[in-house]
């Protein structure tokens, strides 16, 4: 089975567009930089910060290879979700032919399968990538659906189902499903704000959304937390804790556009149904990365992008 870690930090990396719509993927690019240099241990394009239901087909295939190719040797797991069974197989499918090492893979939405469904979703994808880890995704806050530890128990039967991604917000839930891992299966925390409780429980990484603009920082609480130095940890979570909170106040990833907007690492355009930060988003984020010490000369000598949109 090809090598993911599904440990220490993941970026669930965001998607830059143009002003027009379009793809940026020079800005795409310029951010997967950032971000491995900040430390962070692997990349997570196409998921829900990446707009991934937005995207055609031939723009998943250029950000999934602009990603391999700028992430210096660190491991790329591609979001292969979807609603429809054939589609997920199909995107897992491509994901694996370009060169990924691994998968997320959501629970299904809008349908509302039982867990026979969910389980057998999660069997045609392994078997569309044949040998590629998956890690499956719970978020039943965009999915409505809650995988329980139950239903999860009965995933792990699948060999190439090897970590869960659990962004249910519920503590109680992660520590259930950190007691119950089986061998070789992983727990990562899936929000930010609950990362050090949840490495407290028994996760062992975290997929963010904070390592886009903070990857360093981020890195670091990750790596304290892992290690038990619960002091630095603890220290580290109060500094980024308005932060983590700000890039939420709107859904995610308008607050994370506007933070990078203002870092000048990309534009701040999303794809509609989602529309610019608001003036009091803006303000809040830049409060918050200020107040958490992110921004001084963190773009470099990047050009800065466009923040300003329609009606700003």
């Not at 503590?171 to 089986?182: C, D, F, N, S, T």
Request: charged share 15%; net charge neutral.
């Amino acid at each position: 089975m090809t090598t993911a870690p599904f440990t220490g930090l993941h970026v669930a990396l965001a998607t830059p567009f143009t002003d027009d719509g379009a793809l940026d993927l020079p800005a795409f690019r310029r951010l997967v930089r950032h971000v491995v240099e900040g430390g962070v241990d692997a990349l997570l394009p196409l998921g829900s910060t990446g707009e991934a239901a937005t995207l055609e087909p031939h723009e998943r295939d250029a950000l999934i290879e602009a990603c391999l190719q700028e992430s210096a040797g660190r491991p790329v797991v591609v979001g292969a979700g979807s609603n429809s069974t054939a589609q997920a197989a199909a995107l897992a499918a491509r994901a694996a032919q370009l060169g990924a090492h691994g998968l997320l893979v959501v629970t299904p939405y809008y349908n509302k399968p039982v867990t026979t469904g969910v389980v057998a979703h999660l069997r045609a994808v392994a078997d569309a990538a044949p040998g590629l880890p998956i890690a499956v995704y719970n978020v039943p806050g965009r999915t409505g659906l809650n995988l329980t530890p139950d239903a999860l128990a009965q995933l792990w039967a699948l060999p190439s189902v090897v970590a869960v991604k659990e962004s249910s917000g519920n503590l109680v839930q992660i520590g259930e499903m950190a007691a119950a891992l089986p061998p070789g299966k992983r727990l990562l925390a899936g929000d930010d704000n609950l990362a050090l409780a949840s490495i407290a429980v028994g996760a062992c990484g975290l997929v963010s959304v904070l390592a886009n603009v903070a990857p360093r920082e981020t890195r670091a609480l990750v790596e304290a937390a892992l290690a038990g130095r619960l002091p630095e940890a603890r220290a580290l979570n109060r500094r980024l804790l308005p932060l983590m909170n700000a890039l939420f106040v709107e859904s995610n990833p308008i607050p994370l556009k506007a933070a990078l907007a203002q870092l000048g690492l990309c534009g701040d355009a999303l794809r509609l149904p989602l529309t610019r930060a608001t003036a009091p988003t803006r303000e809040r984020v830049r409060a918050a990365l200020a107040a958490a010490g992110v921004g001084a000369g963190a773009a470099g000598s990047r050009p800065a992008a466009r923040a300003a949109g329609p009606g700003t």
